[in-house]
Each structure stands twice: as structure tokens, then as C-alpha cells.
């Protein structure tokens, strides 16, 4: 039974608890902490180099809380501006490379086109069910498999559809 006045995230009954913990602080530091930290950083450094090389500046008497305001109000737009068009032009071409370089997706959707025009042989579609279970067994997956067409549960593979918080 479930304490519920502890919160989902700290409940360690889960046998995945320490995993996702994991996970949770590496995302939250790569993602998030580290960013703060590294544009903090590199506001810093910005400040420093402009008062030292530019004399004008330097003459402005800003201190780096007013600094950060104007540079992040003229950065902040400049890099979403950079981000769009890397989303609208760049992405796609990336999306391209890592989609011609998917040895695996390649196989798997040539393998359903052949299913579909009724050119897989039995033989191969036992090879390829069994390819993939293999693949399945080495992490939890919500679905396991059917042998039959009566619905019966594959004897090699278990529906495990793991909880999610």
C-alpha cells in the first residue's frame, strides 16, 4: 500500500527508483544547471573583455547587473532568431544524415514493406520476431509479443508495461 504523503518521485519502493533518480539529476544538471551556469559564465567573461578592450564602454560606468540586462535582451533574441533557422533549414538535414546512417530502422521498414506486398517468407518473419525479442528482452517494453493468432502470450517474452511516474 502506497503512503500518500510522500510524494511519487521519493516513493523507493519502485525497483527503478535509484535509476530514474539517476536520470533526473543528469538532466537536470546537463540540461538545465549547467546551462544557467555556463551563460552566467560567459556573461561574466563578456563583461570583462568589453570593460578591458572597449573604451566607451569602460567610460559608461555599468555595472554587470545592468550589463547582463542589456546583453541578455539583445542575446536572447538573436539566438532564438539563430535557433528558428536552424530548426527550419539545419534540422532537417541532420534528421537526413542520422536517418541514412539507421542501419536498423532501414531493415525494419524495408521488412514491412516486403510484409506488406506478401514477399517475406515465414522463415524471415520468425527471424525477424526473434531478432527483435532478443533486442526487447535487454530492457523493459510494454509489449511482449503474441505467438498466435488466439492471442496466446509468446513463452520467450512477458507484456511488461512498467509504471511511470
Keep these: 500500500m502506497k503512503n500518500p504523503s510522500v510524494p511519487k518521485f521519493l516513493n523507493m ?6 535509476r530514474r533518480r539517476w536520470l533526473d539529476f543528469r538532466n537536470g544538471h546537463s540540461i538545465y544547471l549547467i546551462f544557467l551556469m555556463t551563460f552566467a559564465n ?7 573583455l568589453l570593460l578591458q578592450r572597449v573604451p566607451a564602454i569602460h567610460a559608461l ?6 550589463f547582463a540586462l542589456i546583453f541578455i535582451a539583445i542575446y536572447l533574441p538573436v539566438g532564438m532568431i539563430i535557433g528558428y533557422w536552424h530548426r527550419k533549414n539545419q534540422f532537417s538535414v541532420e534528421a537526413e544524415a542520422l536517418f541514412n546512417q539507421n542501419q536498423i530502422g532501414a531493415t525494419m521498414t ?3 514493406i516486403d510484409l506488406i506486398d506478401g514477399k ?11 531478432y527483435l525479442l532478443k533486442i526487447m528482452r ?25 509504471k511511470t511516474e
Design 13 to 18: 519502493r519502485s525497483h527503478n527508483w535509484m
Design 42 to 48: 560567459f556573461v561574466t567573461i563578456q563583461y570583462q
Design 61 to 66: 560606468n555599468i555595472n554587470i547587473w545592468m
Design 110 to 112: 524495408l521488412f514491412l
Design 120 to 130: 517475406v517468407t515465414e522463415e524471415e518473419k520468425q527471424h525477424m520476431r526473434k
Design 138 to 162: 535487454q530492457a523493459n517494453r510494454p509489449y511482449g509479443g503474441v505467438k498466435n493468432i488466439e492471442g496466446q502470450l509468446d513463452n520467450d517474452s512477458k507484456i511488461n508495461i512498467p
